[in-house]
């Protein structure tokens, strides 16, 4: 929460002005959500972006092109 630059986010650590630890169980539609994961949920981030082509999202990644989730990043999120 500390480090938080938008009003809604998501925090694994219990915080009352924080939306929860799993932020792809949010309502995700009608905003452009910005996303830093940690490279470990990239995949996930990834899978539900490519199943949710309604949802757009600003993400923050390292340029791992040898990485199936960063395949899947470049077909639905770069545009």
Request: hydrophobic share 50%; net charge negative; charged share 15%.
């Amino acid at each position: 929460a500390a480090s938080a630059v938008l009003p809604r986010f998501n925090t694994p650590l219990p915080d009352e002005r924080g939306e929860g630890a799993i932020a792809l169980a949010s309502d995700w539609l009608g905003e452009n959500n910005y996303a830093f994961p940690p490279v470990g949920e990239l995949p996930r981030l990834a899978q539900y972006l490519s199943e949710n082509p309604d949802v757009s999202a600003t993400v923050l990644a390292p340029y791992w092109a040898a990485q199936p989730w960063f395949q899947l990043l470049a077909l639905f999120v770069i545009k």
